[in-house]
T-cell receptor, first 115, second 113 residues
Framework: GAGVSQTPSNKVTEKGKYVELRCDPISGHTALYWYRQSLGQGPEFLIYFQGTGAADDSGLPNDRFFAVRPEGSVSTLKIQRTERGDSAVYLC?????????????FGPGTRLTVL | GDSVTQMEGPVTLSEEAFLTINCTYTATGYPSLFWYVQYPGEGLQLLLKATKADDKGSNKGFEATYRKETTSFHLEKGSVQVSDSAVYFCALIENTNAGKSTFGDGTTLTVKP
């Protein structure tokens, strides 16, 4: 079956611009997660959704970052006034539900480059 | 806060050598522990997991045992293959915040024929 998909795979933008990154989770998965991975580091948690609501957004670095999941399926991560330090690979994952034993399935990521 | 510390890489081994990648963690609660693997050009995928103390996760010849007393979850394989070359990430999920994974920085393994 289809896995987690993310679009675009690559995004190059200029400092100060607005970007949207999209995640399509595995069908039927109620939990959805966003992570950011910088070169040479592990994924860093940003936010997770259980259904339509953000259950934990404690990892969002500042108010330029926002994520939505209006229908409990597709999610969009939105970054306003991008900065060079936002350059990273943004990973999305989904799982059947949130829970300490549930496997998270990861998408291929979106590589964001801010010039 | 929670943290995961992995053995620094890169690690280079010859085929059929024994592999150990160390992982230790700090957590306030009782976490589940995971090893993820990222093959070249591919996304992260779960390799194995353990959800309680003394559990052993295993997959594809890899094993790791949840050691609560030493807060460790070391990854081992008895005989590595060239196809095992990848980046390996240790991670935990707290029982008190079941949506948030905390990852180590990854260990790059290269296996030479």
């Amino acid at each position: 079956g289809a896995g987690v998909s993310q679009t675009p795979s690559n995004k190059v933008t200029e400092k100060g611009k607005y970007v949207e990154l999209r995640c399509d989770p595995i069908s039927g998965h109620t939990a959805l997660y966003w992570y950011r991975q910088s070169l040479g580091q592990g994924p860093e948690f940003l936010i997770y959704f259980q259904g339509t609501g953000a259950a934990d957004d404690s990892g969002l670095p500042n108010d330029r970052f926002f994520a939505v999941r209006p229908e409990g399926s597709v999610s969009t991560l939105k970054i306003q006034r991008t900065e060079r330090g936002d350059s990273a690979v943004y990973l999305c994952a989904s799982s059947l539900s949130s829970g300490r034993g549930n496997e998270q399935f990861f998408g291929p990521g979106t590589r964001l480059t801010v010039l | 806060g929670d943290s995961v510390t992995q053995m620094e890489g890169p690690v280079t081994l010859s085929e059929e050598a024994f592999l150990t990648i160390n992982c230790t963690y700090t957590a306030t609660g009782y976490p589940s522990l995971f090893w993820y693997v990222q093959y070249p050009g591919e996304g992260l995928q779960l390799l194995l997991k353990a959800t309680k103390a003394d559990d052993k996760g295993s997959n594809k010849g890899f094993e790791a045992t949840y050691r609560k007393e030493t807060t460790s979850f070391h990854l081992e394989k008895g005989s590595v293959q060239v196809s095992d070359s990848a980046v390996y990430f240790c991670a935990l999920i707290e029982n008190t915040n079941a949506g948030k994974s905390t990852f180590g920085d990854g260990t790059t393994l290269t296996v030479k024929p």
